[in-house]
C-alpha cells in the first residue's frame, strides 16, 4: 500500500513570491491534514480537509489556502511568502469524519525556503 | 483546551539501556493516542496507536501505556540502539475547540551513543 506523498520534497522561493505544495494521501482516506514545523518549533496545524471541503483551520492569515480535489489529493497555497514561512510542511491523511478512532499516517514532508 | 507536554524534552544514554519517555494531556476526552517517531528534517513515522479504552500496545521493543483517567502515557524502549536516536512525538486525538484534532506534544529529543 502506498503510502502519503508529498511534492515536491525541497522548494526554493524569493519573498513575495506563491509556493504550492501537494499531497496524495493513503488509498480511502478522505482526510487530509497540514502542518507546519519551523525549525526549532512544534507541528502546528494548518488545514483540515474532508470530502472536498475545509474542516477546519489553524491559527494562520489567509494566505494560506488550499484546496482537497475529488480524488481527494490536496494542494496547500501561501501566497506572499514571507522569510518566517520557511519551515518543513507536512501532509498527513485519515479515514474521514465519522471514524475518530482511526491514526493518522504523515508524508515525509515538503521543505520549502523562502529567501 | 487540550494541551499536551512531553518530558523530558531531551535525552542522551548509553547503547543498551531501557528508557521511559513520558507525555501527559490535560483533558481525558481523548478518542486515542499516538506515538510517532521523527528523523532531523524528516517527515513523521508512527510507532504505535492506543485507543482511548486500551491500556497499552507494543510493537517490538517498543511498548505504550495509557492511563486516561490520569492524562499520562509512556513509551518505553527496551534495550535502546543508536538507531533509534530521533525526536519521539506524543500525539492525542480528541475534540478540541468544536473539532476532532490531532494535538501534539514538542517532543523528546533522544541520543542513544554506542
Known amino acids: 500500500e502506498a503510502g502519503v506523498t508529498q511534492s515536491p520534497t525541497h522548494l526554493i522561493k524569493t519573498r513575495g513570491q506563491q509556493a504550492t505544495l501537494r499531497c496524495s494521501p493513503i488509498s480511502g482516506h478522505t482526510s487530509v491534514y497540514w502542518y507546519q514545523q519551523a525549525l526549532g518549533l512544534g507541528l502546528q496545524f494548518l488545514l483540515w480537509?474532508?470530502?472536498?471541503?475545509?474542516?477546519n483551520r489553524g491559527n494562520f492569515p489567509p494566505r494560506f489556502s488550499g484546496r482537497q480535489f475529488p480524488n481527494y489529493s490536496s494542494e496547500l497555497n501561501v501566497n506572499a511568502l514571507e522569510l518566517e514561512d520557511s519551515a518543513l510542511y507536512l501532509c498527513a491523511s485519515s479515514l474521514g469524519t465519522g471514524t475518530d478512532y482511526y491514526g493518522y499516517t504523515f508524508g515525509s514532508g515538503t521543505r520549502l525556503t523562502v529567501v | 483546551k487540550q494541551e499536551v507536554t512531553q518530558i523530558p524534552a531531551a535525552l542522551s544514554v548509553p547503547e543498551g539501556e531501557n528508557l521511559v519517555l513520558n507525555c501527559s494531556f490535560t483533558?481525558?476526552?481523548?478518542?486515542?493516542l499516538q506515538w510517532f517517531r521523527q528523523d532531523p528534517g524528516k517527515g513523521l513515522t508512527s510507532l504505535l496507536l492506543?485507543?482511548?479504552?486500551?491500556r497499552e500496545q507494543t510493537s517490538g521493543r517498543l511498548n505504550a501505556s495509557l492511563d486516561k483517567s490520569s492524562g499520562r502515557s509512556t513509551l518505553y524502549i527496551a534495550a535502546s540502539q543508536p538507531g533509534d536516536s530521533a525526536t519521539y512525538l506524543c500525539?492525542?486525538?480528541?475534540?478540541?475547540?468544536?473539532?476532532?484534532?490531532?494535538?501534539f506534544g514538542a517532543g523528546t529529543r533522544l541520543a542513544v551513543h554506542p
Open positions: 483533558d481525558s476526552a481523548i478518542y486515542n
Open positions: 480537509y474532508d470530502e472536498g471541503e475545509e474542516r
Open positions: 492506543i485507543q482511548s479504552s486500551q
Open positions: 500525539a492525542v486525538r480528541s475534540f478540541s475547540g468544536g473539532y476532532n484534532k490531532l494535538i
